[in-house]
């Protein structure tokens, strides 16, 4: 039981570390002059997600609800990494939430080549997902080697050992 609190303000703290290191750096690069490294530039990008606004904020609601409501649903079927992967999920798009609720946009300051610009929270969503949907996938293979496995040994009872 003690570790479970552990483990939960632990996903708690993951999530609020990520939405405060975006935010800062956000304030940071809005507040200062553009950075670039090679093909890397760090500055200020107006505009980096155009979708309706409201829709925008609806669609992230839902999916956090969603994500939330599975996290307690399957909190005793889940191992650590997929709770880590969704916290990442989690934090990045509660950070880009609040860029949409306060500035009606979500701020993208790291832009590589002629890629739209991004922000941390973006790089945390999409290593969240990686992550969750990869294991996700290796925990089906796993569930489904098990399976085969328990049907062959059903197949062998009764059968007569020579």
Same mark, same amino acid.
């Not at 925008?56 to 889940?78: A, G, P, R």
């Not at 860029?99 to 969503?125: E, Q, R, S, T």
């Not at 996700?136 to 085969?148: H, L, R």
């Given at each position: *039981?003690?570790?479970?609190k552990?483990?939960?303000i ?9 939405i405060?290191?975006?935010?800062i750096?956000? %304030?940071?690069?809005i507040?200062?002059?553009? =950075?670039? %490294? ?5 500055? =200020?990008e &107006? ?6 606004? *409201?829709?925008?904020?609806? #669609?992230?609601?839902?999916? !956090? %609800?969603?994500?939330i ?14 709770? %880590?992967?969704?916290? !990442? ?21 790291i832009?590589?080549?002629k ?6 929270? =973006?790089? *945390? ?6 992550? !969750?949907? #990869?294991? *996700? ?8 080697? &098990? ?16």
């Amino acid at each position: *039981m003690q570790n479970d609190k552990k483990i939960k303000i632990s996903i708690i703290l993951i999530i609020l570390a990520i939405i405060t290191i975006d935010q800062i750096a956000k %304030i940071i690069i809005i507040n200062n002059d553009s =950075y670039t %490294i090679g093909t890397i530039s760090l500055k =200020y990008e &107006e505009n980096a997600e155009k979708d309706s606004e *409201m829709i925008s904020i609806l #669609t992230d609601i839902v999916v !956090f %609800i969603i994500i939330i409501k599975f996290l307690k649903e399957q909190d005793k079927n889940m191992d650590n990494k997929v709770r %880590i992967s969704l916290a !990442f999920i989690l934090g990045g798009g509660i950070s880009n939430l609040i860029d949409k609720i306060w500035n009606k946009d979500v701020i993208g300051f790291i832009k590589i080549g002629k890629l739209p610009a991004i922000n941390i929270a =973006y790089i *945390m969503l999409i290593i969240g997902w990686i992550a !969750f949907i #990869t294991l *996700m996938v290796k925990n089906t293979i796993k569930t489904n080697e &098990e399976i085969k496995n328990i049907n062959q040994q059903k197949a062998e009872i009764g059968r007569d050992k020579k």
